[in-house]
Every structure is written in structure tokens, then in C-alpha cells.
């Protein structure tokens, strides 16, 4: 998934059901480490309370 659309669902629907696991699998498994790291970041500042610890290097 490329990070323009990624950032484009975490914008417009931050409170959808399947926004937090997507970000969660792009922050733990995503091939480009631009992404994952972005994904880390997006994951640390929204509302949902998660710890980045938990997603590793």
C-alpha cells in the first residue's frame, strides 16, 4: 500500500474498526522502513493509547 493512501484512511477515518490494525501491520511488517517508521509514528500520536515498544525495530 503506498503511504499516500495510507495516510489518506488514517485522516479521513481514524475511528474506523480496521484503521488501528492496519497501521499496526504496517508498522510491524511493512517492506519499506520509510513506511514502517511512519506507521510507528501515526500509531504513537493518534487517540488510540498504543505502545510503540510493543512494534520493535
Do not use: C
Not at 495516510?7 to 517492506?31: C, G, M, S, V, W
Not at 520509510?34 to 509514528?41: H, I, P, Q, T
Request: proline share 7%; hydrophobic share 30%.
Amino acid at each position: 500500500m503506498e503511504h499516500s493512501a495510507l495516510e489518506a484512511i488514517a485522516q479521513q477515518y481514524p475511528d474506523h474498526p480496521q484503521t488501528f490494525p492496519l497501521l499496526q501491520k504496517r508498522a510491524k511488517n511493512d517492506p519499506e522502513k520509510k513506511l514502517r517508521e511512519w506507521a510507528k509514528k501515526k500509531l504513537g500520536v493518534g487517540d488510540w493509547r498504543y505502545e510503540i515498544s510493543n512494534l520493535g525495530k
